[in-house]
């Protein structure tokens, strides 16, 4: 789903430090992006990337704690060493590989899609609202359409419904439940659009063990049915899995 190029080398090196120094691996999200991540009634990390990533910890006998963190400064925080990685809802792309690893996905490539409060609203030519520093926002502001971001997912679906956007595009995964609820009120338009390599857990260049203790952990869930278990039950019988 969801570009921050940043930082220096020292920010990366103290970074390495404090990892190697810790017990603890720190599991950095947003908390607001249902199903992947979102804050239950009890203000707990919750969703599929949460049952996800404690069954990887599990597997990579890692001790593990949630942090949560705006979406905005996610790969800066990753980086000065606020948490040791992002699972987040967060697309791989050759841009972010730039600043950051990532391990093999844990979801595959899927769908983006547009919403708007009618099936024909104009999503080449009109205003179109997006995340900010996700891998839709670039996709608008190549498209033609005029791109309007917002810092959460939220304010893009509000500004359909006040009228600051024609449509919002974002996972379609996302996109999903709240039509279903909207009770009319919000459709899809025109096709699904494939963006992406899939989401996969980003982390520091430098940690490369870390790196392979988790992809080694995501292979065996995908060897064993787990994670299209998890994907299935948070994304339906009709969702793409492995």
Not at 70 to 80: A, F, H, K, R
Not at 170 to 198: C, M, N, R, T
Not at 211 to 231: P, V, Y
Request: hydrophobic share 40%.
């Amino acid at each position: 789903m969801k570009t921050l190029i940043l930082t220096t080398t020292a920010l990366v090196l103290t970074a390495g430090m404090a990892l190697a120094q810790s017990q603890t691996i720190r599991m950095g999200t947003e908390g607001a992006y249902p199903p992947y991540n979102f804050l239950n009634d009890k203000g707990e990390v919750d969703g599929f990337e949460r049952e996800v990533g404690d069954e990887l910890c599990k597997r990579a006998e890692l001790t593990c704690e949630w942090v949560t963190t705006d979406w905005d400064g996610i790969i800066p925080n990753l980086v000065s060493g606020n948490y040791d990685t992002i699972i987040a809802g967060m697309s791989i792309t050759d841009e972010r590989e730039e600043v950051i690893d990532f391990t093999q996905n844990y979801f595959p490539p899927a769908a983006s899609a547009y919403v708007g409060l009618s099936a024909d609203v104009d999503v080449t030519g009109g205003v179109v609202a997006a995340q900010a520093a996700t891998i839709q926002a670039g996709h608008v502001a190549a498209s033609g359409a005029t791109l309007l971001e917002f810092a959460t997912p939220e304010e893009t679906v509000a500004s359909v419904r006040n009228g600051e956007a024609d449509a919002v595009f974002a996972d379609k995964d996302f996109l999903i439940p709240i039509v279903e609820e909207s009770g009319g009120e919000l459709s899809f338009v025109g096709d699904d659009v494939q963006l992406g390599d899939g989401i996969g857990i980003g982390l520091r260049e430098s940690d490369t063990e870390l790196r392979a203790k988790f992809d080694a952990a995501i292979q065996s869930m995908k060897d064993d049915g787990t994670l299209n278990t998890l994907i299935t039950k948070w994304f339906g019988e009709d969702a793409i899995t492995f």
